[in-house]
């Protein structure tokens, strides 16, 4: 049996999925930690990110539980893959620039890059950083900069800097006010969250 929904929550939920960016992805990168990777949807919730891509070889997807996921969970769709290379080719297959969060020499600031293009950014594990495989495929860095004697933000912190910029710049190019979404993926997405 469907489930009742009042009009004023069917116009939210119509609302939202007509401003999110189906074409901004985060690639998380085995983040193990529940509480990071509960705070990086919601930031992809906040900022219109429809999905996420998940590369999970050496860790566990982590259990978030209800409490801890603060609902999030429910409004971001989750792809998950376990072969680097079929992944980073399939997203560039559609177009995506791919980068990595990272320090070296040619990394650049997340202003530096047109981030109203098709973007998929990877961030990496917090002891590990990214993944070899994923070093070797993906060169372009993206990083913060930082004033103080720590050298990173805490991944969710850093995911949350670099899609507030990427918001930025799609709000400026009126990105947010035409759906990305086709008419066809509108209806699917809208079955789907009234059901949530």
Sequence with gaps: MPREITPRRLERIR???????????????????PHNVSAVLRSCDAFG???VHLYYTTSSWPDL????????????????????????????SQGYQIVR????????EPCEYDLTRPTAIILSNEHHGTAPELVELVS?????P???????????????LMLYEAYTQREAQGMYDLPSL???????????WVER
Excluded at 65 to 88: E, F, I, N, P, Y
Excluded at 140 to 144: H, M, P, R
């Design 140 to 144: 372009d860095e993206i990083y913060i």
């Design 15 to 33: 609302s939202v999925l007509r401003r999110r960016q189906k074409d901004l992805t985060l690639v998380m990168d085995n983040i193990w930690d």
């Design 182 to 192: 086709t008419e066809q993926e509108l209806r699917e997405h809208e079955a789907l």
């Design 101 to 108: 969060t990272g320090f070296s020499e040619t990394a650049r």
């Design 49 to 51: 990110v429809l999905g």
């Design 65 to 92: 539980g209800k409490k801890s996921s603060a609902s999030a969970l429910k409004w971001v769709d989750r792809t998950q893959h376990t072969d680097a290379r079929a992944m980073v080719e399939g997203l560039r």
């Design 146 to 160: 930082m004033q103080g004697m720590i050298q990173s933000f805490n991944v969710s912190v850093a995911a949350a």
